[in-house]
């Protein structure tokens, strides 16, 4: 696609959805008041009947959207099934969406490992507290449980859980959406190229 751009009413954006992604983004979190990062996660569980939440995103670059969770949540168990997820980010302040779709792999276990060194040391050890997706009788419990784990390490390192790491979206299409007036809005969809992976084909669609 070379140097064309896609317009967005009076915004152009790069061919690359990537690159175009990113822009958003910026402007998202300079403009959104809390987590502009965030973003709908859709799966589907084996009977075929959607699942949807709101994960952060924590990652991204030419491969894909990168977000973590415990893989035996019910959202962890759902994609490592089926190995595919839909994404959506919504900027209500700049009246904006997008929207992913593709396969999902897991991330290295050296980028597991940086992101959750990375991560407050409350954090790390809730990964090892939190039996993510089933049912608790209490929050004591599960405060009681930090508790447990905090004195048990102590200053030492807490490792990574070998069941909590990351997934990375690894979109086949990806949707731009900006709102019009009227509902006459801008979209514009970009899929990938089977045949050749970096390259993208683009469409504008009826809002």
Known sequence: MGKTT?????IQLPADPFEAFGIWLREAEAAEPNDPNAMALA???????PDVRVVLLKGLDARGFVFYTNFESRK????????KAALNFHWKSLHRQVRVRGTVEEVSADEADAYYASRARVSRLGAWASQQS????????LEARVAELEAQYGDEPIPRPPHWSGLRVVPSEIEFWHDGAFRLHDRFRLVRDEADESGWSASRLYP
Do not use: N
């Open 6 to 10: 896609l317009t967005f009413g009076e």
């Open 43 to 49: 799966t589907v569980d084996r009977d075929g009947l």
């Open 76 to 83: 962890g168990e759902e994609i490592l099934a089926s190995r």
């Open 134 to 141: 089933r049912p608790l009788a209490d929050r004591a419990t």
